[in-house]
């Protein structure tokens, strides 16, 4: 049988497993058999996204993450049908799901003051944990969003300026002043 026809790649020479499954091509084939109308497709491919979409929210939107994540998720599957490459389909959620969660924010920030991170992972306990939130509150929207974009995502200045619809130098200024807000903070 071909590789091609059961959707898995060959094994990776330093693989442990012999049929380790490329993720990107699973969701390739999610997303093409829920573009058909598949009902059990879609929720498959519902269940691998939410986590992905939550992990963005959170420390862009804050408090409001569930609302962000509610709203990403209903814009992917909105827009589901026009994905043209189902082998793009975290780059293209990535995209989705960070403006959604800046326009949950901005949003919120009118309406609410802001609230706790909940989520946020603890990896030398939770004074940490508690304290790296109260310093993210208090950065702006467009820092948060830009930290998590290259801090978390990994993401160049380029691309992170290609999903925010802004310059590359607006991005480099953001990132410039959100990491001096959040070392002056933590300093105190």
Same mark, same amino acid.
């Given at each position: 049988m071909n590789t091609?026809?059961?959707g898995f790649l060959p094994p990776r020479p330093d693989a442990r497993q012999p049929s380790e499954e490329d993720p990107w091509a699973r969701a390739a084939l999610l997303v093409r058999?829920?573009?058909? #109308?598949?009902?059990?497709?879609?929720?498959?491919?519902?269940?691998?996204?939410? @986590?992905?979409?939550?992990r963005l929210c959170r420390p862009i939107a804050l408090a409001d993450s569930p609302d962000a994540v509610q709203e990403s998720l209903i814009a992917?599957?909105? #827009?589901? @049908?026009?994905?043209?490459? @189902?082998?793009?389909?975290?780059a293209w959620v990535r995209t989705i799901t960070v403006r959604e969660a800046v326009r949950v924010a901005r949003r919120a920030e009118h309406e609410t003051p802001v609230g706790e991170l909940k989520d946020l992972p603890s990896v030398r306990g939770p004074e940490l944990a508690a304290d790296v939130r109260d310093v993210l509150r208090r950065l702006s929207t467009e820092h948060r969003t830009v930290l998590v974009l290259r801090e978390l995502e990994g993401l160049d200045e380029r691309s992170a300026g290609r999903l925010l619809n802004i310059s590359c130098g607006t991005v480099k200024s953001r990132l410039h002043r959100a990491r001096h807000s959040f070392r002056k903070a933590w300093a105190r």
């Open positions: 091609a026809d059961t058999a829920a573009q058909t #109308g598949d009902a059990l497709a879609l929720n498959d491919l519902l269940d691998l996204l939410t @986590p992905y979409v939550s992917v599957f909105q #827009g589901l @049908p026009k994905l043209q490459e @189902p082998r793009a389909l975290y």
